[in-house]
């Protein structure tokens, strides 16, 4: 069980916007920040969103990242086909000696 | 561009050691800024981060997996590596090298290799 919760699946129709959520804790999302990653199945995982709200040059402003307390929440806009990839948040935890967590990813689907 | 490749046996034993290894092409990892991290993802589940070494062999793990993980550099062919002993099929994942910097709490995995996929079966 992954330690930051996301909802395993999501959709949208072509245009359509979707947000999908991620839930921590006091230990991670809630004093770090959070990271987006998005993923091909077979292919490398491509950091979407970074510093909860930032984009690395050439993700289009259609990715948009947010923070409140211990949830994060990424939003597509302008939803295209080719964004039907997983999408997995991260977090450092700072319990114990601290570490990555990541939630369970969300397989989002253009219908 | 800087580039990560996985490599290593598909299949592995139960109670054996797992070994791979991640080249680096397009940069070097004898660098002072960055880490080489490994994290792995079993089937049907979540991200896994494993651990990451930096130049000089200063060594962070999951405390999950921190027993078990052997993380090393050989900075003459430009690879780190990647030691998981006393495997179970729970172990059975794609695994992944990526670089990321420090601070760990405000860094990021950027770039990723494509994971290659280790099964451990008798």
């Known amino acids: 069980q992954s330690v930051l919760t996301q909802p395993p699946s999501a959709s949208g129709t072509p245009g359509q916007r979707v947000t999908i959520s991620c839930s921590g804790s006091?230990?991670?999302?809630?004093?770090?920040?959070v990271y987006w990653y998005q993923h091909l199945p077979g292919t490398a995982p491509k950091l979407l969103i970074y510093r909860n709200d930032q984009r690395p040059s050439g993700v289009p402003d259609r990715f948009s990242g947010s923070k409140s307390g211990t949830s994060a929440s990424l939003a597509i806009s302008g939803l295209r086909s080719e964004d039907a990839a997983d999408y997995h948040c991260?977090?450092?935890?700072?319990?114990?000696?601290?570490?990555?967590?990541f939630g369970g990813g969300t397989k989002l689907t253009v219908l | 561009q800087l580039q990560l490749q996985e490599s290593g046996p598909g299949l592995v034993k139960p109670s054996e050691t797992l070994s791979l290894t991640c080249t680096v092409s397009?940069?070097?990892?004898?660098?002072?800024?960055?880490?080489w991290g490994w994290v792995r993802q079993p089937p049907g589940k979540g991200l896994e981060w494993i651990g990451s070494v930096y130049y000089g062999g200063h060594s962070s793990y999951n405390p999950s997996l921190k027993s078990r993980v052997t993380l090393s550099e050989d900075t003459s062919k430009n690879q780190f590596s990647l030691k998981l002993s006393s495997v179970t099929a729970a172990d059975t994942a794609v695994y992944y090298c990526a670089r990321h910097s420090g601070p760990f709490s405000s860094s990021w995995f950027d770039p990723w290799g494509q994971g290659t996929l280790v099964t451990v079966s008798s």
């Open positions: 397009g940069g070097t990892i004898r660098s002072s800024t960055y880490y």
């Open positions: 991260a977090a450092w935890d700072d319990s114990l000696s601290g570490f990555w967590v």
């Open positions: 006091s230990s991670n999302v809630g004093i770090n920040y």
